[in-house]
């Protein structure tokens, strides 16, 4: 039996695609993978009502991210109050992410490099550097960054950029 070596790890609920969703987020992120896939049994059927085979858990593995995905039924769904921040070098980066997480997506919900995929989970696609250019207050920087990323849906890195510079 694998022992847990991240003491942290998201946990996403889903009604009855979590390994649909655990594939597709695989895919789309190199170097990734899914672990295991467990099964619903009949032990506790009158509690979770799964037909016993049905996938339950699947742990997977995204840019270096443990994560678990469960099939617990229709009772919760995502809200942006919970996002997944992939942090990008560079503009390439950040259109690759938001074209592959924002296809079959919820385009209203795009705004300031965030989006919600198709399964509406919420995403901030945004440049590794972005905490940094926010830090600068008395300079007048993170005033102008702000400015310009609140007038964005995807993020245009060269635009921040200049912003920063002023």
């Not at 942006?80 to 997480?101: G, K």
């Not at 198709?118 to 008395?138: F, H, N």
Request: charged fraction near 20%.
């Amino acid at each position: 039996m694998p022992s847990i070596s991240h003491k942290i790890q998201p946990c996403l609920w889903f009604d009855s695609q979590a390994e649909q969703a655990a594939r597709y987020y695989t895919g789309i992120f190199p170097g990734s993978s899914i672990s295991s896939v467990s099964l619903y049994t009949e032990a506790g059927q009158e509690i979770h009502g799964r037909p016993p085979g049905s996938v339950m858990v699947v742990a997977f593995e995204l840019a270096g991210c443990r994560f678990t995905a469960l099939n617990g039924g229709p009772i919760f769904k995502f809200t942006e109050a919970v996002s997944l921040i992939i942090n990008c070098d560079n503009q390439d980066e950040i259109d690759y992410y938001w074209h592959h997480l924002g296809e079959g997506g919820d385009p209203a919900a795009q705004q300031c490099g965030w989006l919600k995929d198709k399964y509406g989970l919420s995403w901030q696609i945004v440049p590794a550097v972005i905490s940094d250019m926010m830090r600068d207050t008395e300079s007048g920087k993170a005033q102008r960054v702000m400015t310009a990323l609140l007038r964005m849906r995807k993020i245009d890195f060269a635009e921040l950029q200049r912003a920063y510079r002023g």
